[in-house]
C-alpha cells in the first residue's frame, strides 16, 4: 500500500492510498474532487473507497464528485455520523476492521473534534510501520478543537492513540504545524526536543515542503495536548488532574 498526499483547499491534506499491483485506490478525507481525479488519471486507478474520519465539509466535500465518477465506491464513515456523510453506505464502530490492498486498519473511536470522529489505524507489519489516519482530532504540535465533544473525552481520545507504537506514522488532515508549535512553546520553552522540531518544521515551510506525516513518538516529545501529566506543564497550567491540564491547555489555545 502506498501513501500520496494531496494539498487541498487552503490547508488541508487529502491521502490516497494505492495498491500498485492492483490499480485500485483509496481516498482518505477527500475535501475536493480535482486533486484526487487528477492523481487516479495520471496513476491509472480505479477508485474503490472513501475513508471519511468525520462529516465536516472540508472533509467530504468531494464525496458526490468522486461518486458520480465511481458509482460503486464503498463509503466508510463513524456510525454516529449516519446521515452527515454524503453517500455513506458503511457505519464504523471502535474496533471494526477493514482491508484495502495488503493492509489491515483497525477503527478507533476518537469523539472530541466531533461526537462522531473515528480514526483508521492500519496495523503494522514486518516491513512497514503502522499508518494512523486520523483526521482532526490530533495534529502535529496540536489537537482539534472541540466543537461537539467535552474535554474528557477528547482526553481519552489522546490517550488511544498516545498508546500506539512510537514508530507510527500519523496523517493528519492539515498543515497547522508551525502555527501549533509556537503555542507549545509558550507552554514548554525549555523543552530541547520541541525547540529542535520547530526550527525543522521553519525550515520546511520557508522550503514550501509538507510537515506530514509526523510520528506518535515524535508527538508525546513536543506535543503539549499528548504531554498532560508532565509536572511541568501542570504547573504552568496551574492543575494537577489530567482533564483539567488539558481544558486549560485548549481554552488557552483556542485564545491563542
Same mark, same amino acid.
Given at each position: 500500500?502506498?501513501?500520496?498526499?494531496?494539498?487541498?483547499?487552503?490547508?488541508?491534506?487529502?491521502?490516497?492510498?494505492?495498491?500498485?499491483?492492483?490499480?485500485?485506490?483509496?481516498?482518505?478525507?477527500?475535501?475536493?474532487?480535482?486533486?484526487?481525479?487528477?492523481?487516479?488519471?495520471?496513476?491509472?486507478?480505479?477508485?474503490?473507497?472513501?475513508?471519511?474520519?468525520?462529516?465536516?465539509?472540508?472533509?467530504?466535500?468531494?464525496?458526490?464528485?468522486?461518486?458520480?465518477?465511481?458509482?460503486?465506491?464503498?463509503?466508510?464513515?463513524?456510525? *454516529?455520523?449516519?446521515?452527515?456523510?454524503?453517500? *455513506?453506505?458503511?457505519?464504523?464502530?471502535?474496533?471494526?476492521?477493514?482491508?484495502?490492498?495488503?493492509?489491515?486498519?483497525?477503527?478507533?473511536?476518537?469523539?472530541?473534534?466531533?461526537?462522531?470522529?473515528?480514526?483508521?489505524?492500519?496495523?503494522?507489519?514486518?516491513?512497514?510501520?503502522?499508518?494512523?489516519?486520523?483526521?482532526?482530532?490530533?495534529?502535529?504540535?496540536?489537537?482539534?478543537?472541540?466543537?461537539?465533544?467535552?474535554?474528557? *473525552?477528547?482526553?481519552?481520545?489522546?490517550?488511544?492513540?498516545?498508546?500506539?507504537?512510537?514508530?507510527?506514522?500519523?496523517?493528519?488532515?492539515?498543515?497547522?504545524?508551525?502555527?501549533?508549535?509556537?503555542?507549545?512553546?509558550?507552554?514548554?520553552?525549555?523543552?530541547?526536543?520541541?525547540?529542535?522540531?520547530?526550527?525543522?518544521? *521553519?525550515?520546511?515551510?520557508?522550503?514550501?515542503?509538507?510537515?506530514?506525516?509526523?510520528?506518535?513518538?515524535?508527538?508525546?516529545?513536543?506535543?503539549?495536548?499528548?504531554?498532560?501529566?508532565?509536572?511541568?506543564?501542570?504547573?504552568?497550567?496551574?492543575?494537577?488532574?489530567?482533564?483539567?491540564?488539558?481544558?486549560?491547555?485548549?481554552?488557552?489555545?483556542?485564545?491563542?
Amino acid at each position: 500500500m502506498r501513501i500520496e498526499r494531496l494539498p487541498a483547499l487552503r490547508d488541508n491534506y487529502i491521502f490516497v492510498l494505492w495498491d500498485e499491483m492492483g490499480g485500485q485506490a483509496a481516498v482518505v478525507d477527500p475535501a475536493e474532487p480535482a486533486p484526487v481525479l487528477d492523481f487516479l488519471r495520471t496513476q491509472r486507478l480505479e477508485l474503490t473507497a472513501i475513508l471519511n474520519t468525520h462529516h465536516h465539509g472540508d472533509h467530504v466535500g468531494a464525496n458526490q464528485d468522486l461518486l458520480h465518477y465511481f458509482p460503486n465506491l464503498t463509503v466508510y464513515g463513524g456510525a *454516529q455520523d449516519r446521515g452527515r456523510i454524503p453517500g *455513506q453506505n458503511v457505519f464504523l464502530e471502535a474496533g471494526d476492521q477493514i482491508n484495502f490492498a495488503d493492509r489491515t486498519a483497525r477503527i478507533y473511536f476518537v469523539p472530541g473534534h466531533t461526537r462522531a470522529h473515528i480514526a483508521y489505524y492500519f496495523l503494522p507489519t514486518v516491513q512497514e510501520p503502522g499508518e494512523l489516519f486520523i483526521g482532526d482530532t490530533l495534529f502535529s504540535g496540536g489537537c482539534g478543537r472541540l466543537f461537539e465533544g467535552t474535554p474528557a *473525552q477528547m482526553l481519552n481520545s489522546l490517550e488511544q492513540i498516545r498508546s500506539l507504537p512510537a514508530d507510527t506514522r500519523i496523517w493528519c488532515a492539515h498543515e497547522y504545524t508551525e502555527n501549533n508549535l509556537r503555542f507549545a512553546l509558550t507552554i514548554e520553552p525549555e523543552n530541547i526536543a520541541l525547540r529542535t522540531y520547530a526550527q525543522q518544521v *521553519q525550515q520546511l515551510r520557508r522550503e514550501g515542503r509538507a510537515t506530514i506525516p509526523s510520528t506518535i513518538g515524535l508527538e508525546c516529545d513536543i506535543n503539549p495536548f499528548l504531554r498532560w501529566d508532565q509536572p511541568r506543564i501542570q504547573q504552568v497550567m496551574g492543575t494537577r488532574s489530567p482533564v483539567a491540564t488539558f481544558t486549560q491547555l485548549r481554552q488557552r489555545k483556542d485564545h491563542f
